[in-house]
């Protein structure tokens, strides 16, 4: 990327690294560092045109079982949400 100096990058971050979520620290963290990643390599690649973004979807999992009202999350599907992120 930076020899073509073209370049774009998309990051999967989570809504737990945003908002955090009961005796998921670790996860958490590493989602939320995924995003600080995502902004420094946005600022470093600027100057080569090399665009990075991060996304936070949140899908119904095992993880998300009882965050969200149960209506929200059964629509919640990863194959509902997965088009939205491609």
């Known amino acids: 990327m930076r020899k073509q100096e073209f370049g774009r990058i998309v ?5 737990s690294g945003l908002y955090g979520n009961f005796g998921q620290a670790n996860y ?11 902004f420094t390599l946005c600022k470093e690649g ?8 991060v996304v936070a979807p949140l899908a119904k999992s095992q ?3 009882g965050l ?13 949400v997965a088009p939205l992120v491609a």
């Open 46 to 53: 600027a100057k080569r045109n090399i665009m990075a973004n």
């Open 11 to 15: 990051n999967i971050a989570s809504a």
């Open 28 to 38: 958490s963290a590493m989602k939320l560092g995924i995003a600080g990643l995502t």
């Open 68 to 80: 969200l009202d149960k209506n929200l999350n059964d629509k919640l599907t990863p194959e509902s």
């Open 63 to 65: 993880m998300t079982e």
